[in-house]
C-alpha cells in the first residue's frame, strides 16, 4: 500500500510520521513545493524507524510527481493555515488553486488513486475535487469529523472527570467554527447518554469548547494544529488499507442524504478499502436538522466563490 501525502507542513509530515509508526503502510512519499523540504522531512523521518520500530518507506519530492504513482491513498495538506483570529473560509483564494493543481496531479500518475482533502476551508476544497478530478465520489473523502470527534470527546472527558476510552462522541455537519455540529444527544460514557451526568452549563461548554477547538489551539500555537489533524488523517488511511469497516464522520459529496445534493459536508460513513462504502443515515432531532440546514447553507455560500 502506497500512500502520498503532498504538503510536508506541519500536518503532512505529522500524518506521515502517525502512518509510519502503525506500519501498515509499505511506502510513504511526502511532496512539497518547498525545494528539497520534503526530502529533508522524509530523512528525519526515516532516521527514527530504527527508534520507533517500522519498516515503512518514507521518501520525499519537491514537487515530481511520476514518484507518487500507483498511490493508492493521497492526502492533500498543501496550502496554508490559518493565524490567529483567522477563519477557515478566508483561506480559501490562496488554497483553491493549490488544491485544483495539486489533484491534477495526483490523478494523472494514480487514476484510482483514493484522495483525502484536509486543505482549509476543507468542505469546499472537498467539493473542489469533486467537480475537477473526474473521480468518483466514494474516491474523495474530506477530514473534519474524525478530528472534530476526537476534540469532542477529550472536551466530554474532560467535564465528566472520565477517561477517554470510556467516552463516545461524533460531529457531523460543517468543519467551521459555526457549522460544526457535536451530537450531543448521541454522546455517551460506557454506553450511558451523557446528559445523564452533566449539567446544562457543562453541556454548552462541551458543545462551545469542540466547536472553537481548531481556534482555541491556533490561539496558542501561532498556526493550527497538527498532532491531533495528522493522527485523524491516519486514522482514516488505515481504515481504507486494511479495509477496516469503521464508521467515520467525513465531509462527503451528498446527493438527498441528510435532506442535502451537490455539497460536502460532514456524514457518518463507513470506510474501507473502496473508500467510501456506505453513508450511515443516523435520526437527527429537529433542533439537529435544523443545525445540519443551517450548516449546509453558510458551506453552500462559501462554495460560490469558488472558480472552476
Ligand atoms: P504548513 O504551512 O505547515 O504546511 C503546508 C505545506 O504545503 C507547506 O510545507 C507548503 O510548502 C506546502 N505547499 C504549498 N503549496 C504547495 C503545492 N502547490 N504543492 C505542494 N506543497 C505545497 O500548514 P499545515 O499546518 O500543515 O496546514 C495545512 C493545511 O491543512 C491548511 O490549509 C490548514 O488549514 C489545513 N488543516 C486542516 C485540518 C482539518 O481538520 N481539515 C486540520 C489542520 C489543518
Redesign the pocket.
Known amino acids: 500500500m502506497k500512500v502520498t501525502v503532498?504538503?510536508?507542513?506541519?500536518?503532512?509530515a505529522s500524518c506521515a510520521e502517525y502512518i509510519a509508526m502503525k506500519n501498515f503502510a509499505s511506502e510513504v512519499v511526502l511532496?512539497?513545493?518547498?525545494e528539497g523540504?520534503a526530502e529533508g522531512k522524509a530523512m528525519d523521518l526515516m532516521q527514527t524507524a530504527s527508534l520507533n520500530g517500522f519498516d515503512t518507506k518514507i521518501t520525499g519530492t519537491t514537487?515530481d510527481y511520476s514518484k507518487t504513482a500507483g498511490s493508492h491513498v493521497a492526502v492533500i495538506?498543501?496550502?496554508?493555515?490559518?493565524k490567529p483570529g483567522m477563519t477557515?473560509e478566508e483561506?480559501i483564494g490562496i488554497?483553491a488553486g493549490?488544491v485544483k493543481?495539486?489533484t491534477a496531479n495526483l490523478v494523472k500518475n494514480s487514476p484510482n488513486v483514493i484522495i483525502i482533502v484536509?486543505?482549509?476551508p476543507?468542505d469546499t476544497m472537498a467539493y473542489l475535487v469533486h467537480k475537477t478530478s473526474g473521480l468518483p465520489k466514494e474516491r474523495i473523502i474530506g477530514?473534519?469529523g474524525a478530528?472534530d470527534s476526537a476534540r469532542f470527546k477529550y472536551r466530554l472527558a474532560e467535564a465528566l472527570g472520565s477517561p477517554i476510552s470510556d467516552v463516545d462522541g461524533m460531529v457531523i455537519a460543517a468543519?467551521s467554527d459555526t457549522g460544526m455540529l457535536p451530537l450531543y444527544s448521541k454522546a455517551t460514557r460506557n454506553g450511558v447518554p451523557v446528559s445523564e451526568f452533566l449539567s446544562d452549563e457543562q453541556k454548552a461548554y462541551v458543545i462551545e469548547e469542540t466547536k472553537v477547538g481548531?481556534a482555541t489551539l491556533t490561539k496558542l500555537l501561532g498556526?493550527?494544529?497538527?498532532y491531533a489533524?495528522g493522527a485523524a488523517v491516519s486514522v482514516m488511511v488505515q481504515a481504507i488499507a486494511c479495509d477496516q469497516k469503521k464508521m467515520i464522520p467525513c465531509s462527503l459529496m451528498l446527493d438527498g442524504e441528510y435532506g442535502e445534493s451537490d455539497i460536502c459536508l460532514g456524514v457518518p460513513a463507513i470506510i474501507g478499502k473502496n473508500g467510501v462504502e456506505k453513508i450511515v443515515n443516523i435520526s437527527l432531532t429537529d433542533e439537529e436538522k435544523a443545525k445540519f440546514a443551517e450548516a449546509a447553507k453558510a458551506v453552500r455560500e462559501v462554495n460560490g466563490d469558488l472558480k472552476f
Open positions: 503532498v504538503g510536508a507542513g506541519a500536518v503532512g511532496v512539497d513545493i518547498k523540504f514537487g495538506t498543501s496550502g496554508i493555515p490559518r477557515r483561506l488554497n493549490i493543481d495539486v484536509v486543505s482549509n476543507m477530514m473534519g478530528l468543519h481548531g498556526t493550527s494544529a497538527w489533524p
